[in-house]
Structures are given as structure tokens and as C-alpha cells.
């Protein structure tokens, strides 16, 4: 039985790689990366898709040089404001996991805006990964829930899976069915590294800006035939 995959996270790869190779600078590649993620998510209703999870931006990327670093932010503010209406029109719901403390004023505001704006909206949700890190956002869930313990509101005892998962970033996000990356490396760069216990991988050779809605489409037939058992034995 043909199965469909609820959430698809993808890591966005091959930017730079894409625009070196046509000779522009690495923001051309982000720009036109930037462009691929409104046709994939265009795709997403009419394939059974309800979320889509995007890496846009990681706790290392930091470490890129500051002419990159700020043209990204530069870009995700653009991105922000020239989409908001068509998000709207579409009905995405749009959501940001990471840490916020670190990004500019301005960038934060446009995101609380957007998360606002899109609230009521159910057709596809988007959760758009910014200065997000695997291990950063499980260090930040520990540091609350520790919190919590020492102010008595929880008992470390009464301390699960769940709960743990409750103090995530994406604690309203079901886990990821399939993940998704681009550029043909095989790693999953500190990812929705809790999340993504029991995903099925994809790893394709197409650079991220050249990723289509229809190879988006035959990943997706893909994952449909996989059995999947989560660690048991079928019958
Ligand atoms: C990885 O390619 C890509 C990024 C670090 C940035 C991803 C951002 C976008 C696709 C644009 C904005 C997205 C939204 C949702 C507004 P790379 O630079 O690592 O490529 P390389 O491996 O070829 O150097």
C-alpha cells in the first residue's frame, strides 16, 4: 500500500556550488534558492504534503564570511517581506524554529509578523529552520525543563520522551516522514537530529536551485513504496 509522507524536511545544499559554477557570487545561488523553495512548496497540497520544513540557516553557518552572512539575512528580510502576501493567498501557515536571540531586531520582528499573519492559515504548514541547530535546540529544551524542575513545576521523574519533546522548538510539529538533501552530500549537519529517529533519507546529486517539483514529486512516489518499521519486525 502506497503510503504518504506528511512531513518532508529538506537540507537546501548546493547554493554556492550552483552559482560558483556559473561564475556569480554565492548570494546569486541563495537567491535563486531562495526562489525553489515557493515552487516546491506550491507542490505540496496536491501530493499530501501538510508540512514542509526548510533548512535555511544553521547555528554554524555563523562561521561563513560576513559579506555571506549578512547578504543572507539580507535576503530572508526580502523574502519575508515580498511573500507574505502570496503566503497569505495560499494559505501557509509559516512558523520559525532556532534560536532568535542571536538574529537581528528587524529580522526577528518580520518573523514574529509573518508567524502572526499566517496563524489562521491550514492548507500547508511551513516551518522555516533559522539559526537552528540539532544539538542547540535539545541544549535550549534541557535548560527549560531544568528550569522548571528547580522551580518545582516538574518533577524529574515525570520526565519522558514526550515531555522532552514538548519543551523542542518543533514541539507542534509531528517528526519529519522524510528528509530530504541536496548537492549529493550524505549528512544530516546537526538537523532535526531528535526528530528524525525513524525518517527515511534521501540524498540527490541536484543542486538545490535546480531541485524541481517534479523530482520533488518522484522522491515523494519513492517514499510511498518504502515499508517502514520503526524498529519492530512485520509479519
Ligand atoms: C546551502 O547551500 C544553503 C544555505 C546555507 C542557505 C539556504 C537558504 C536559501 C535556500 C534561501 C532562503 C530560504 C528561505 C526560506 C527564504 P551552500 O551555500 O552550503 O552551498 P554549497 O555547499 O554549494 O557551498
Known sequence: MSQAADHVAIIMDGNGRWAQQRGKPRLVGHRAGARRVREILEACPSAGVKYLTVFAFSTENWKRTQVEVSGLMLLFKRYI???????IDDGVRVRFIGDRMKLDKVLVSLMDELELLTSQNFVVNLTVALNYGGRDE???????MARDVET???????????VLAGFLDTHFLPDPDLVIRTSGEARISNFLLWQSAYAEYEFVDTLWPDFTANEFNQLLAKFGKRERKFGAVLA
Open 81 to 87: 517581506r515580498r511573500e507574505t502576501q502570496a503566503l
Open 138 to 144: 535539545v541544549t535550549r529544551a534541557a535548560q527549560r
Open 152 to 162: 518545582g513545576k516538574l518533577a524529574a521523574k515525570d520526565v519522558t520522551a514526550e
